[in-house]
C-alpha cells in the first residue's frame, strides 16, 4: 500500500498556507501517510509586471501544476478556486472543494472604519482584478484605480510604503495569513460580488488516482461544491475570465439555490446585476440560466466589446 502523497502547489505564501492545510487535515486522519509538498512555479509566478488582464488567462497559475498530475509527478494540486479554469484538463477532475471562507473583500486603507463610500474625493486604490475595478468605479465614478499585483504580503507592503489611499483584496487571503490588522472595512457582497469560487480551495487529482481520491475525500464540503459549481458554470456560459469583470456569489439555503451576479464595463459605468433561485440539485442548470438573462439584459455585448478592444 502506498504511504506517501505528494502536493503540488504554487510558492506564494497564500498558496503554501492552502497547501499545509491540506496536509495538516489529511495527515491528522492518516496516521501512516507522510505528505510532501513540492513548489512549483506558475506562468502567472513569473510575469509579475503585467495585468493579469493583458496576459491572457488559460491556465495562468494552474497549467504546471496540472501538468505534473498528468505526468505523475504529484498526486494533488491544491489551488484556489478563483484560480482554476472552468474546463478542466482530459485526464484530470475536481475531486474536492472545501469549505468556503468568507467570501468578501475588503478594503486597507490608512485608518480602520474608512469604507469605499468614506474615501476622500478622487481617492486612489490599487487593485489587480478588472471585476472590482468595475464595481468601485460604479460605486465611486470620482475614483481613479491603478492596477497592483503580487502576493498578499507584497502588495499590503506596497501599499503601506505607497501614497495610495487604499487597496482592496479578498478577505480569505488576508484572514489565513494572519493579517486582519490592516483591514479597514468589510465590503459587503450586496455591493461588490467576489470572484466566482473566491475563499474556497479546490483540490484537482488525475483521474485514475483512487488512492489520492479516497484520501481527501473527508475534506469535501458538499454545499460550497453546490454553490461553486453553479458560479462555475455561470463563468463558463459566459465564457468569461480574468480578461472581464465579472462577479458571481451562490448560497445553498435548505433546498434551495440562489446565485447572484454581474457582468460590467471596464469602466464601471454600465454593470448588469441579476440573481435568480433553483434547486440545488441543479446547480449547473442554475449558472447556466442566469447567464442566459445577463445575455439577454446585455451582458453579452459588454463582453464582446472588452474581448474586441484587447485584440
Known amino acids: 500500500m502506498k504511504t506517501n502523497l505528494i502536493i503540488g502547489s504554487r510558492s506564494s505564501d497564500l498558496a503554501l498556507w492552502q497547501a499545509h492545510y491540506v496536509k495538516d487535515a489529511i495527515?491528522?486522519?492518516n496516521r501512516g501517510i507522510a505528505v510532501e509538498i513540492k513548489r512549483i512555479q506558475t506562468k502567472g509566478d513569473?510575469?509579475?509586471?503585467?495585468?493579469?488582464?493583458?496576459?491572457g488567462d488559460k491556465g495562468l497559475f494552474t497549467k504546471e501544476i496540472e501538468n505534473e498530475l498528468l505526468s505523475g509527478s504529484i498526486d494533488?494540486?491544491?489551488h484556489s478556486l478563483k484560480d482554476l479554469e472552468t474546463k478542466i484538463?482530459?485526464?484530470l477532475k475536481l475531486s474536492v472543494v472545501t469549505k468556503r471562507h468568507n467570501v468578501e473583500d475588503v478594503l486597507i486603507a490608512r485608518d480602520h472604519g474608512i469604507t469605499i463610500d468614506s474615501l476622500r474625493e478622487n481617492a486612489v486604490i490599487a487593485t489587480g482584478s478588472l471585476r472590482r475595478r468595475s464595481q468601485l468605479q460604479h460605486l465611486r465614478p470620482d475614483i481613479k484605480v491603478i492596477d497592483l499585483r503580487g502576493n498578499v504580503p507584497t502588495r499590503i507592503n506596497r501599499f503601506v510604503t505607497s501614497d495610495w489611499d487604499a487597496i482592496i483584496l479578498a478577505c480569505a487571503g488576508v484572514e489565513r495569513l494572519k493579517l486582519e490588522?490592516?483591514?479597514s472595512s468589510y465590503i459587503p457582497v450586496t455591493r461588490m460580488l467576489?470572484?466566482?469560487?473566491?475563499g474556497a480551495l479546490g483540490i484537482e487529482i488525475k483521474e485514475n488516482n483512487q488512492f489520492a481520491n479516497d484520501i481527501i475525500q473527508p475534506l469535501h464540503h458538499e454545499d460550497t461544491y453546490i454553490s461553486v459549481t453553479a458560479e462555475r458554470s455561470l463563468l463558463a456560459a459566459l465564457q468569461g475570465g480574468c480578461q472581464v469583470p465579472i462577479g458571481a456569489y451562490a448560497q445553498v439555503e435548505s433546498d434551495n439555490l440562489s446565485l447572484a451576479a454581474m457582468v460590467g464595463t471596464l469602466d464601471g459605468r454600465k454593470i448588469i446585476r441579476r440573481t435568480i433561485s433553483g434547486s440545488k440539485k441543479e446547480p449547473e442548470q442554475t449558472g447556466k440560466k442566469l447567464a442566459q438573462e445577463l445575455n439577454d439584459a446585455g451582458a453579452g455585448e459588454i463582453l464582446k466589446a472588452i474581448y474586441n478592444s484587447n485584440g
Not at 467576489?194 to 473566491?198: F, L
Request: glycine share 8%; hydrophobic share 45%.
Open 46 to 55: 513569473k510575469i509579475i509586471d503585467v495585468a493579469l488582464s493583458k496576459i
Open 89 to 91: 484538463p482530459e485526464g
Open 76 to 78: 494533488i494540486a491544491v
Open 194 to 198: 467576489p470572484a466566482v469560487g473566491q
Open 27 to 29: 495527515e491528522r486522519k
Open 181 to 183: 490588522k490592516h483591514i
